[in-house]
Nanobody, 123 residues
Framework: VQLQASGGGLVQTGGSLRLSCAAS????????MGWFRQAPGKDREFVAA????????NYADSVKGRFTISRDNANNTVYLRMNSLKPEDTAVYYC?????????????????WGQGTQVTVSS
């Protein structure tokens, strides 16, 4: 199983980015997907999750109204659209796959992890 995250970069405060995570080696539509992030010196934290079919989503309070998670099961890809970015959004962003249907927010609930993509928001 491989989860390949991409789309990170350097952006100014208030800017936007779209992250992508391409999955292979698994039946993508059978997995819920999530995005997490980890800033230097901090624990990995939940950002957003989406159900297998894409109809259900779950967001951390810190990103509600600014970030949107979506998925394309035909192309085995999950996305994270990030708007109104803030310096505190700076982190390495990871995508992950879970067999659970509950769109969990805790890292142990996820079975597979991608390698991460760096997002840096300058003030």
């Amino acid at each position: 199983v491989q989860l390949q995250a991409s789309g990170g970069g350097l952006v100014q405060t208030g800017g936007s980015l779209r992250l992508s995570c391409a999955a292979s080696g698994l039946t993508f539509s059978a997995y819920g997907m999530g995005w997490f992030r980890q800033a230097p010196g901090k624990d990995r934290e939940f950002v957003a999750a989406i159900s297998r079919g894409g109809s259900g989503t779950n967001y951390a309070d810190s990103v509600k109204g600014r970030f949107t998670i979506s998925r394309d099961n035909a192309n085995n890809t999950v996305y994270l659209r990030m708007n109104s970015l803030k310096p505190e959004d700076t982190a390495v962003y990871y995508c992950a796959a879970t067999t659970l249907m509950t769109m969990p927010s805790s890292t142990p609930r996820y079975k597979y992890w991608g390698q991460g993509t760096q997002v840096t928001v300058s003030s």
